[in-house]
């Protein structure tokens, strides 16, 4: 297989991250544990070498994340010698008693927010970087790869910079920060690909496994205690995998027996569901992410 990574966009995510930690005070890496944030880390190595990261990780913990992704981000973090910051949204939910969604649809993604945004408060963080991509949702579509947020951190997508020439402004108002996006002009299978070429290592998550799952609307969900699961929907083991790692309770598997980074791109090079389709929190509504966006999300 001939690897079909475009170089350039390499080169650009390294300059994308020189140039944040030249321009901002204290910028951070917000880490997930998924795909996206791990090819962020792997990229700053190369940006930096052979000086160490020089960016705080931060990780917005649900409460809700698979074991396997806390087990990997745990990991990896030692590995690279970085300082990981841990938020907790349980926190968040005490400390403004918000309503801890329940039932078939539960999710609390808009709940990170608020832990986000006190997150970047007390860390006095200035820029904050992320591994979203222009091509996983529209609204995500709509950023800059210097997005700046107010000091509500709302983002009004009217107000955005432009960047021509691969100019970036880095000046802010007091209060204000920018959500910085490296991997803005990458696509799913760009990733996968640069994941080939580099060998970086990812969570078993990603790879075909046997797992015990249900079916709703259609989607292959967990059978996990976090879960919501009604009587009528029986729990059967099956070969999955998933394409992209959120909550536990709101991203589904996919049928999958790509075992092998290999397989992987030849599937999705072949399928016709996107890669967030299996997303249940950006199908609330049409605007789901936007909404989400504007209140404070990532």
Known sequence: MINQFPQALEEEAIYILRETAAQFRNP???????????????????????????FTFVHVDTGHNFPETLSFRDYLIAKLVVKLEVRYVED?????????PQGKYASRNKLQSYTLLDAIEELQADACIGGARRDEEK???????????????????????????????????????????????????????YILREQIEIPSLYFAHTRDVFIRQNLLWTSHEVVYKDDDEPVFSTSVRYRTIGDITCTAAVASEADSLEKIIEEISQSKLSERGARLDDQVSEAAMEERKMAGYF
């Open 28 to 54: 951070v890496l917000l880490f997930s544990g998924g795909k996206d944030s791990i090819t962020l880390a792997h990229l700053c190595i190369k940006a930096f070498a052979p000086q160490a990261i020089p």
């Open 92 to 100: 968040s939910i005490s400390k403004y008693q918000l309503d801890d």
């Open 139 to 193: 609204a995500r579509a709509k950023e800059r790869i210097f997005s700046v947020r107010d000091e509500f951190g709302a983002w009004n997508p009217k107000l955005q910079r432009p960047e021509l020439f691969d100019m970036l402004n880095g000046n802010i108002a007091k209060g204000h920060n920018v959500r910085v996006f490296p991997l803005s002009n990458w696509t799913e299978l760009d990733v996968w690909n």
